[in-house]
């Protein structure tokens, strides 16, 4: 068991005594000049009063849903400040919830036993054409991974209780490509998924990517990693620095400006980087609107600005921008053969924590729903599960 933490009646108790003191000489000074005072004191107070209940009453019942239902009694050793919320539903404004996810520790080593979690965070439309693929994936791994799904707010999740994804979803807006709404959806999974303290990864997916290892390599190759995997290049073409304003300067300039794909995976430590951002956050919803796509550029260029050694400069997921356009290639039933999947899985070189690897790539997309049929069926023998 924990040793037992000290409670806010323990502090109560050991308040300053002199404050007990002060009162006493209050009443008779308080007859004679404060009198008229207090009168006006009064008025002003109801008038105070009457406000904060108007204010409190216009909050979404954020007070009686906090502490679940009523006959659940609250813990009140170390447990409550490390149990994962249970349910993932809750009803804090945006605001709220940054500010509660970016409580850190300050104390470094933990004093419980962690086991370090994977946060799969899926920033989807609606369904997960491809979860029967993840099911597998993630089945008996238990207590390592944990699952957030972002989804349009008119979508409703139909997942039964035995599967995964069951209970997973956040609470969610409308978010559009190339939008700040786009990179709020991703800061609202971060913070979502930064409530269970032991979240130690957390990796953006979306519903048309797959994993490309079994759960254990991909485990191990995260835990492992001295760097956080986020595509960081210097565009130097219209597409890249023909994207920025001198506005956004001296925050911004454009040696820093840089672009990557959306799709990072990013320890605890820059998760709480993106989320407590008040600095970049506004230039970017100014200054960065279409045809400049925020979500290519606003978390590169911070995190390139406020920690470059901790970067990789590379993401781990797989995409095929070879047929050219705006859009990168899509890959249905037909493309789904072994020899395509090992060209996806080891078809480059790259680093990993300084070495030289042939495993640069966790997950790939993008994939339609009628690809689903064959990558089961290849999954065992070339993906290592299922
Ligand atoms: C959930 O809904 C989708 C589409 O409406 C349907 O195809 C699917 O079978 C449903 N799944 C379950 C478990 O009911
Ligand atoms: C994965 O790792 C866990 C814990 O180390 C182990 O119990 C399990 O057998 C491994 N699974 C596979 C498929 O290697
Ligand atoms: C990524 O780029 C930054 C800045 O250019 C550099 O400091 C860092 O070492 C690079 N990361 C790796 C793993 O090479
Ligand atoms: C990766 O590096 C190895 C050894 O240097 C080389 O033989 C191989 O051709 C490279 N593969 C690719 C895809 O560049």
Known sequence: MPPRVPSLEDLKDSAPASRAAQPRAFPSLLLRVFLPLLAL?????????????WQIGSLPAAASSAGGPPCFEESL??????????????SMSDEELLWRASWAPQVSKYPFKRIPKVAF????????????????????????????VHSLPSYEANFTSTSVFYQRQIPSKVSEWGQMSM?????????????DISNEWFLLLS???????????????LMRSRYNFIGVTDDPGPYGRGRYNPEMAPEVS???????????????????YIIKDTMYYPKFEKYCRPHCYVDEHYFPTMLYIQSPNFLANRSLTWVDWSRGGAHPATFGRKDITEAFLMKVIAG???????????????????FAPN????????????????
């Open 183 to 195: 990179c709020d959806a991703e800061r609202r999974l971060l913070a979502n998924a930064l409530l």
């Open 207 to 221: 519903e048309s990517c797959i994993p490309l290892y079994d759960f254990n390599i991909t485990y191990q190759y």
């Open 41 to 53: 004191g009064v008025v002003g107070f109801s008038a105070l009063g009457i406000y904060v209940t």
């Open 121 to 148: 965070m899926f920033l989807t439309k609606g369904p997960l054409p491809l979860s029967p693929l993840w099911e597998k994936f993630f089945r008996g791994n238990e207590g390592r991974y944990s699952i957030y």
């Open 254 to 272: 454009i040696e820093q400006w840089r672009k990557g794909s959306q799709w990072f995976e990013v320890n605890r430590k820059l998760a709480i």
């Open 348 to 366: 480059k070189n790259c680093s990993y924590n300084d070495q030289l690897s042939t495993m640069c790539y966790l997950f790939a997309r993008k």
């Open 77 to 90: 050793g170390l447990d409550r400040w490390i149990r994962p919320p249970v349910n993932l539903m809750h």
């Open 371 to 386: 690809a689903l049929e064959p990558l089961l069926q290849l999954a065992p023998t070339i993906l290592g599960f299922g």
